[in-house]
């Protein structure tokens, strides 16, 4: 390399480094060198490059999302074994993962007991919105109850109702372990509100509706929530006892049948 390419090089990383474009950066001399040997135009040349940075954009930005979204678990629908729930519409939930159900402000209700894969779909259908560019957030129902009390008392509560406004898809996870107090009910049954035809809830819970009472205090706001939530929303029901009891059940027996017989 000559002193003025070495010179180009140098205020040419210099003005990339400016226009924050990393990936052209640091590849730039590679496909340079490669676009001379297969005799690439500029405009080529150009395009490779640009292409290389927004892929790498693409991804940076899902991996932000996947961070914000803050998954408890990775779990996609590769790892879901959809014949230990013969009940469910493997149709629909394909469906559900190319993300529609977003675009079209629906929301998604999983009812089952528990271990019956509810947390596992939910985080499924989350992760595949994050990769289609949506914002998620996954909160189990006590932690978002607890953190609107919070905001409350620290006079935080319209900052955090604006960040939640921001959101493509809440994914409210286990709704009703726990009865929450009528303070945090109401706080809850607000987000929902909030959400109601602006953006898409996942809610997973265990209750069967008419015990809703029970977690939401009142009558008029299980009624209201159960109202919202249920209009445009497509129930997923999970049954059957749970999967890791069957699997660790599988694993005995397989491993008992193996070993071998004591005689009498
Ligand atoms: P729930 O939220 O309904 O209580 P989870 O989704 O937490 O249940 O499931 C409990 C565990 O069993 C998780 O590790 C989950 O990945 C696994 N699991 C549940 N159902 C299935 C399934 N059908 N296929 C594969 N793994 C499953
Ligand atoms: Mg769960």
């Known amino acids: 390399m000559t002193r003025k390419q070495t010179k180009s090089l140098v205020l040419l990383q210099h003005h990339l480094k400016n226009l924050r474009l990393p990936t052209i950066l640091r590849e730039c001399e590679k496909i340079a060198a490669r676009c001379a040997t297969d005799n690439v135009d ?13 892929i790498e954009r ?23 074994d959809f014949q230990a729930q013969p009940g469910l519409n493997k149709l629909l939930v394909s469906e559900l993962m190319r993300g529609e159900f977003i675009e079209q402000r629906e929301n998604i209700l999983l009812v089952g007991n528990s271990g019956t894969g509810k947390t596992h779909l939910a985080v499924a259908l989350g992760i595949a919105a994050c990769g ?7 909160y189990q129902v006590t932690e978002l109850i607890t953190q609107l009390m919070e905001a409350r008392e620290e006079r ?7 960040q939640l406004a921001k959101l493509d898809l809440l994914i409210l996870d286990e709704l009703g372990y726990v009865p929450a107090s009528k303070l945090g009910s109401e706080l809850l049954f607000d987000v929902i509100s909030t959400a109601y035809e602006r953006f898409s809830l996942i809610v997973t819970t265990n209750l069967p509706f008419e015990n ?49 017989r004591l005689t009498k």
């Open 58 to 80: 693409d991804r940076r930005a899902a991996e932000r999302r996947l961070k914000a979204a803050k998954f408890p678990t990775y779990k996609t629908l590769e790892t879901f």
């Open 42 to 54: 500029h405009l080529g040349f150009l395009l490779q490059l640009c292409e290389l940075e927004l």
């Open 132 to 138: 289609q560019g949506k914002r998620v957030r996954f």
């Open 212 to 260: 809703w009472t029970e977690v939401l205090g009142s009558e008029r706001l299980t009624g209201a929530t159960l109202d919202r939530l249920t209009h445009r929303c497509h129930i997923l029901e999970t049954t059957g006892e749970s999967y890791r009891l069957q699997d660790a059940k599988r694993r005995h027996t397989k491993s008992s049948s193996k070993q071998p």
């Open 156 to 162: 935080e509560l319209t900052r955090l109702k604006k």
